[in-house]
């Protein structure tokens, strides 16, 4: 599967026709792309979509100064620090103002010495299975929140290959937990969490 990023000569910029979408669809397609920060980091192998009308997504109550970038331009980062301790990075997307995709675990393949340096371990399967695994290997904070995803210090390329796809419900959630919109890499052994058999 591959998805264009460059957007053909739409007003709104690089990306819409990847980003303009439902967010499971984004999420979806999401998967097999590369994302590095400053040249560092890999394939995606697994996310989460969140729509605004989605009682789990931060956007549901409507705009906060936590989720504002959710509420900007699709193509763009939403960086927030869950439970106090670790940062998630997010894909803002969407057809109405307020979804997005997290990014919830990489296989590492640039930058690999880096990763371990800021992780602090040399297993390669713990460096980024998991959102806050994966923002302290690539050094993402609040910093980066609302960057465009198709300038430095991100670079997002599409996938040059078919890939097969698995589905389930997303993690850690107390509302919308059933609803099927977790996506992996299928075989992966760099996923946060196995899938559900079946």
């Not at 599967?1 to 264009?4: G, I, Q, V």
């Not at 009308?53 to 997504?57: G, L, Q, R, W, Y």
């Given at each position: 599967?591959?998805?264009?990023l460059s957007g053909s000569s739409d007003p709104r910029g690089p990306g819409v026709k990847l980003f303009a979408r439902h967010p499971a669809l984004v999420a979806r397609d999401l998967i097999g792309m590369t994302l590095?920060?400053?040249g560092v980091g890999g394939v995606i192998v697994e996310t989460e979509a969140y729509h605004h009308?989605?009682?789990?997504?931060h956007a549901f109550n409507g705009p906060t100064p936590r989720n504002a970038a959710m509420f900007g331009p699709i193509g763009r980062a939403y960086v927030y620090r869950s439970y106090g301790l670790h940062w998630c990075l997010n894909v803002v997307c969407g057809e109405t103002p307020g979804s997005a995709v997290?990014?919830?675990a990489l296989e590492p393949t640039a930058g690999i010495e880096i990763?371990?340096?800021r992780r602090g371990t040399e297993a390669l399967g713990l460096l980024c299975a998991g959102p806050g695994r994966l923002c302290q290997a690539l050094a993402v904070t609040r910093a980066q929140d609302s960057a465009p995803l198709d300038e430095a210090p991100f670079e997002l390329k599409p996938s040059m290959q078919d890939i097969e796809i698995v589905v389930g419900p997303r993690i850690g959630l107390t509302k919308?937990?059933?609803?099927?919109?977790r996506f992996g890499l299928a075989g992966s052994r760099f996923l946060s969490r196995p899938f559900p058999k079946g």
């Open positions: 599967m591959s998805s264009d590095t920060v400053n009308e989605d009682p789990a997504s997290l990014i919830r990763m371990r340096a919308g937990v059933e609803t099927p919109w």
